[in-house]
């Protein structure tokens, strides 16, 4: 269908109907669909199938990673070089975790170049030059340095004393610290990377509030976030928890969105915030995490009876051995990845549902997930969205959008314009050819 034709057909699906009876949500869908171009298609459709490949390599890329830092011994010379300048036994675990981050990023460098900035100026995603992006490659690896090394030798710490049952207690230490990230995430790590600062006063950003009161999160003011410096991907989020909470949205939401859908993105993330997701995904990521230690307590005793004297591991306890509890959880997460991508896409679907109530502007619900298709498939097949997918596909948000229109016709405002800017166009090429029809009620 030409896209031209598509939009008059949605206009006067949105003009037309005088009652849910009347709204079609099936050809409303099918008339949103066919407003994207092709050539506009097709590319989405090759960056993210491409990322298919990439999540299948990324995995036996880093079990080579792992293999190389164990059987050139480098490993448990690292650990060697740790005992030999410290004194206590937590200090030489967390000189070993910094050495291994260490090692590990610069043998992963290619790959993260390639996926982080070569691939996203391919597809037209990133702003960035290289000196940029390389800059804030490092302040991520100088917090990955931190956290992640307080985490390692926290967990050697259990192993040591619990070497049977770790993988429980490991779990718990996961949930924690967890918890602790996102509590600190948006004072202390987002602004490394980005200068927030309040949204500019207005009708939408009282709307955004109001929303954010109404739902009960405890905020008196709305951010927004210098991405476009970065990217071209619009975003938002409502981060933090337990009193750290703040609402904040990307500049390129602002600039490229209308109000309506700011609004529908804006209810979206309230909704994770109102129906308790930050603190669902942590027991989930804990209980995933305990099946990980579990399967790693295993996999590492098989390989170890094995290998390890060739590597130069001595046992569980030994940080020396931690490419090989890489190597596991990188296979553990490529075997589980549509299990977890599951539990995140029905969290994303259930806060779909509560933005759309809270927000009541499906028709921006719809037109936001069009241009979410920037760097989204929004048609993939069943199979692809439950082993691909961590966020419901365009079409199915799109449907969703126009199957709660149809639910809702008759308690939505009238208006004498289309839903969107783009359908104003669409409203006189439409009527051109058809009798004019009275607003929707």
Known sequence: ???????????????????????????????????????????????????????????????????????????????????????????????????????????????????????????????????????????????????????????????????????????????????????????????????????????????????????????????EVDASRQSTRISANVQGIFGTARISLNDNLLNRATPAEVKAVMGHEIGHYALGHVVEIVVYASLIAGVAFAFIQWGFGVLHRVLGGVWGVRDIADPAGLPIAYALFALYNLVTAPIQNSIVRSNETEADIYGLNAAREPDGFATIALKLSDYRKIDPSPFEEFIFYDHPSGRSRISMAMHWKAENLKDLPATESPPSPVLARAETTATESAPAMPPSP
């Open 1 to 223: 269908m030409n896209k031209w034709r598509a939009l008059g057909l949605l206009a006067l699906i949105c003009a037309g109907a005088a009652s849910a009876a009347e709204f079609d949500p099936k050809a409303a869908t099918e008339a949103y669909m066919a407003t994207l171009s092709p050539e506009a298609r097709a590319r989405s459709d090759a960056h993210f199938e491409g990322g298919y490949w990439l999540i299948f390599w990324n995995a036996p890329y880093a079990v080579g990673v792992a293999f190389v830092l164990l059987f050139t011994r480098a490993s448990a010379a690292m650990r060697g070089i740790a005992e030999h300048i410290m004194p206590w036994r937590w200090l030489q675990t967390l000189t070993y975790a910094v050495l291994f981050i260490l090692a590990t990023a610069a043998l992963t460098f290619p790959l993260t170049m390639y996926e982080g900035f070569s691939r996203e100026h391919e597809f037209g995603l990133s702003n960035q030059t290289f000196d940029e992006w390389l800059n804030e490659y490092f302040i991520g690896l100088a917090v990955n340095v931190v956290l992640t090394g307080l985490f390692l030798t926290g967990i050697y710490a259990i192993v040591r004393r619990a070497p049977r049952t770790w993988w429980i207690w490991g779990a718990a230490a996961a949930a924690a610290f967890a918890v602790l990230a996102i509590m600190i995430a948006p004072i202390y790590i987002s602004p490394l990377f980005n200068e927030y600062k309040p949204m500019r006063e207005g009708d939408l950003k009282q709307q955004i509030l109001s929303m954010a009161r109404a739902s009960g999160v405890p905020v008196d003011n709305v951010y």
